[in-house]
């Protein structure tokens, strides 16, 4: 009965909102057929022959070529790095600040061709890459610019060093982003870096080294292999690489700790998580609905820190979901690059899989499964945005993260149930609070056992601000002042 | 006739011997509990169940105790002297460890301060960041310098609010085991810090994989007992800190923390 209603409702949104396509153009960008392995400043031929195609998820269509670099790349990789170290680590500080300043300026300057390819290889709304990914990619390496000749202001009484050289490896959800998070402190503290790129979003880190080329940045302070897993493991367990900083599942993180055992070798990690969005009964609720739905369908899910255990108060549960369900019917999913799509590509093929295969355990364990009317388009990978009811804590669906557009909720009474359930997890990434009440958002954020707490907001995030897990979701800060510390040794 | 001691280990805040019934000699004559696997999962369980209620006390309230800690150890300096083998050698390390007590207990109401932030987000949030204990920390406790090597890995776990378990180091775990004895009369709650002898080899990769403890310094450890505490650590991604053995900062505080950041909105 309730469906056929929102269905109605959803129809209705449709006929007073007709959308007309806006897609954004891709004139202006340019895709090479293949890419080489950006070494020592310049684009270099692979040792390895082995090379795979990067697909738009949204169409299925090839969009380039990039190597699986082997072992001689990537020690090819750590010696370009390990030579540049010296110069780069003793360079003026100041001169280093200055690199990444221009790289953060040009970074803004080719912002909309940025924006673009991050689309087009990840399948995500233009409207996210364009107003969240790239912009934060250039404030992140703006704010670590300043910091390159401040570092004693940052370590009172200590004498902060570099490391050497940083062998790092990115997930597929914020390319650039990402690559922002882990480049820009590395260098502004006077590191070198080896870096690997998600093998489904090799792109724009291809483009950022174009930029390196271009903020004539010192050959072999950034070196970019592309590959999987396996050349991730080997940038990783590469004997010259000082400090390893990995960005991903869980699952790799734990085997990555497990293989570094006994190297000496510093690492930070950055895993999963399965963050409770807690909303309370006297919260603005139409604000919370919003905060819900980017909490878990931004970016399709794929978000590490999403909010995907709703934690509803008892009192106002079903006013909640009636009015979230309505919502769920406004989006659109489709095309990425249209301006108006709030729901884009699933990643890759080997994602939707994941996704699909933990909400048939959803539904097989018992929980109520909810889905707007929703066309998919027949090409690419897509899943419509799902919620689920009845959820039992110990449903797969609400301790396992699934990295995709589906929300469990959960009821609870008082604010003591209300953190018991949120902390009821292995992971400790993130969590949101959603209450009129200053004293009960510091009261929540104190009991919960998460790295960052978003009160009436989520998923916000800011180059001063650290971000980083508790329990397995790992260890390290990204971000502020804390996330120099993991690229500096104190004396 | 002396009347002669009878080690036990320190669980809960009470003075066991082994369920195990073993012990071991150490210098000669003296039996030391040989803790085992059962051992040091209780002292884990006690420690737990103390983390909350010593995480909750005020900074204020930690750093007293912490001194209080140091004033007990003061009081029982020749006994100290006494089992670190006596001499000029001894009475400086008890010194420093007396000092490393106040050093810490200082420091329980300024980390925040020092290590937290605010930050200055774009957009109508106070973002603050603030140091929180990560849980329940193994210490791996050096042979080297037993009593001041202790304190100085002890004092800042427990500074911001963790809670302990102490590996006392095989060769020489009689220090360790008397100072549970001062830490027994220096008001930490039962539970706070527990204090477990035994052999390395059958404790120490339990410790490293137990999957409710949080963090496990290795300052004891040898490079090979590093790797294997490293590679059992990895199984619920515990913090593995290895700072050198003399260190005392702010940052050794922070490694036994995590860095919690609140985004609280702004508005009328």
């Not at chain 1, 820009?184 to 093998?199: H, M, R, S, W």
């Not at chain 1, 945005?385 to 396992?400: C, D, G, H, K």
């Amino acid at each position: 009965m309730a469906i056929t209603k929102h269905r109605r409702a959803a129809e209705l949104a449709k006929q007073v909102f007709d959308y007309a396509p806006a897609p954004e153009s891709i004139d202006h960008v340019k895709i090479e057929p293949r890419y080489n392995l950006f070494i020592g400043g310049k684009w270099v031929t692979a040792h390895s022959k082995k090379r795979f195609a990067t697909i738009n998820p949204a169409t299925e269509e090839r969009l380039s070529e990039v190597v699986e670099a082997d072992e001689v790349d990537v020690d090819r990789a750590v010696r370009a790095a390990d030579r540049a170290f010296d110069s780069w680590s003793r360079l003026a500080p100041a001169r280093r600040a200055r690199y990444l300043f221009r790289i953060s300026r040009i970074l803004q300057e080719r912002a909309r061709e940025l924006a673009v390819v991050e689309t087009m290889d990840g399948g995500k709304p233009i409207k996210e890459s364009r107003d969240v990914d790239i912009p934060l990619a250039a404030a992140h390496f703006f704010y670590y610019a300043g910091w390159a000749d401040k570092l004693e202001w940052a370590f009172p009484n200590r004498k902060p060093r570099p490391l050497g050289v940083a062998g790092q490896v990115i997930p597929w959800n914020f390319p650039l982003l990402m690559l922002a998070w882990k480049i820009a402190p590395a260098l502004a503290a006077g590191n070198t870096v080896v870096l690997k790129p998600a093998e489904t979003t090799p792109l724009s880190a291809m483009l950022f080294a174009d930029i390196c080329q271009q903020a004539e940045l010192p050959p072999g302070v950034v070196n970019i292999v592309t590959g999987a897993g396996k050349t991730g493991s080997l940038v990783v367990q590469h004997p010259g690489v000082k400090k390893v900083a990995f960005t991903g599942s869980t699952e790799v993180g734990k085997l990555i700790q497990r293989s570094l055992a006994g190297t000496g070798k510093r690492l930070t990690l950055e895993l999963g998580g399965k963050a409770a969005n807690i909303v309370f009964e006297d919260a603005p609720l139409d604000a919370a609905i919003e905060g819900i739905v980017n909490g878990i369908y931004f970016n399709q899910g794929h978000v590490c820190c999403a909010g995907s255990r709703l934690l509803v108060q008892e009192s106002i549960a079903e006013p909640l979901l009636e009015k979230l369900k309505l919502r769920l019917g406004t989006l659109r999913l489709g095309d990425p690059l249209d301006k108006n799509t709030d729901i884009g590509a699933i990643n890759s093929k080997a994602q939707l899989d994941k996704i699909t295969g933990m909400v048939e355990s959803g539904v097989e364990e018992g929980a109520e499964l909810f889905q707007p009317e929703c066309r998919l388009p027949e090409r690419g990978f897509w899943f419509p945005p799902t919620l689920f009811t009845n959820v039992s804590q110990s449903y797969r669906i609400a301790r396992e993260e699934i990295f995709g557009p589906v929300l469990s909720v959960l009821t609870f009474r008082t604010p003591a149930e209300a953190v018991e359930k949120a902390n009821n997890t292995p992971y400790g990434l993130s969590a949101g609070v959603w209450t009129d009440k200053g004293s009960r958002i510091l009261w929540m954020a104190e009991r919960m056992r998460a790295g960052v707490v978003w009160a009436n907001t989520f998923n916000r995030f800011d180059p001063t601000s650290p971000f980083g897990g508790y329990k397995e979701s790992g260890f390290g800060r990204e971000g502020g002042l804390h996330g120099l510390l993991p690229y500096v040794e104190l004396n | 006739m002396d009347v002669r001691k009878t080690y036990k280990l320190f669980v809960g805040g009470e003075f066991v011997r082994s369920e195990s019934g073993r012990a071991y000699r150490v210098d000669g004559a003296v039996n030391v509990p040989r803790g085992s696997r059962k051992d040091l999962r209780d002292a884990i369980k006690a420690a737990r169940g103390a983390f909350p209620g010593w995480a909750g006390r005020t900074a204020m309230n930690r750093g007293q105790i912490l001194y209080r800690a140091a004033e007990m150890l003061d009081g029982r300096r020749s006994q100290f002297v006494e089992v670190l083998g006596g001499g000029r050698a001894a009475a400086r390390e008890v010194e420093q460890a007396v000092d490393t007590f106040v050093w810490y207990a200082g420091w329980t109401d300024k980390l925040a301060q020092v290590t937290g932030n605010t930050n200055p987000v774009a957009g109508p949030y106070f973002n603050f960041t603030i140091p929180e204990p990560t849980g329940v920390v193994g210490i791996v406790s050096p042979a080297e310098s037993p009593l001041a090597g202790l304190v100085r890995r002890v004092a800042p776990a427990l500074c911001g609010g963790n809670t302990v378990v102490v590996l006392a180091p095989e060769a020489a775990p009689l220090p360790a085991l008397t100072l549970a004895e001062v830490l027994a009369t220096s008001d930490f709650p039962a539970g706070v810090i527990n204090v477990i002898a035994g052999y390395h080899r059958e404790l120490l990769s339990w410790l490293g994989a137990h999957m409710d403890v949080n963090a496990v310094d290795v300052c004891g450890c040898t490079a090979e007992e590093i790797a294997a505490v490293e590679k059992a650590a990895a199984e619920n991604v515990k913090r593995v800190i290895k700072a050198p053995a003399g260190e005392m900062s702010p940052q050794l505080i922070a490694s036994f923390m995590e860095m919690k950041t609140v985004w609280h909105p702004i508005g009328v």
